[in-house]
């Protein structure tokens, strides 16, 4: 499926994730985070965001709750309340990457 974030096209996958996640920009992120209930991106959230590139652009994947918990410098109780519909999906959604093995 094909959506509009700032203004691009970007092709998404049957759940929502990013098909190719060098279609992403900055720009997008708050427009993807509005459609899951997130307002505003605060620098927490951005925190989580470049962790999750980051693991992704190194390792193929995004990482786990509980990964993101111990490495990103975010504690799992704190993602939860930043991304209240799930950590490791909304994060991977709103970074631009494709869904994280870790994620049912």
Do not use: N
Not at 78 to 83: G, I, P, T
């Amino acid at each position: 499926m094909t959506t509009i974030y700032a203004g691009t096209p970007v092709v998404l996958d049957d759940e929502g994730f990013f098909a190719d996640p060098d279609q992403w920009t900055e720009a997008m992120a708050p427009e993807i985070a509005k459609e899951h209930a997130i307002d505003e991106l605060t620098d927490r959230h951005w925190k989580v965001i470049t962790f999750m590139r980051a693991e992704y652009a190194e390792k193929g994947t995004g990482p786990t709750v509980r990964v993101l918990g111990k490495a990103s410098g975010v504690s799992v109780k704190e993602l939860y309340q930043l991304f209240p519909k799930g950590p490791a999906k909304t994060a991977a959604k709103i970074a631009g990457i494709p869904k994280p093995k870790g994620c049912i």
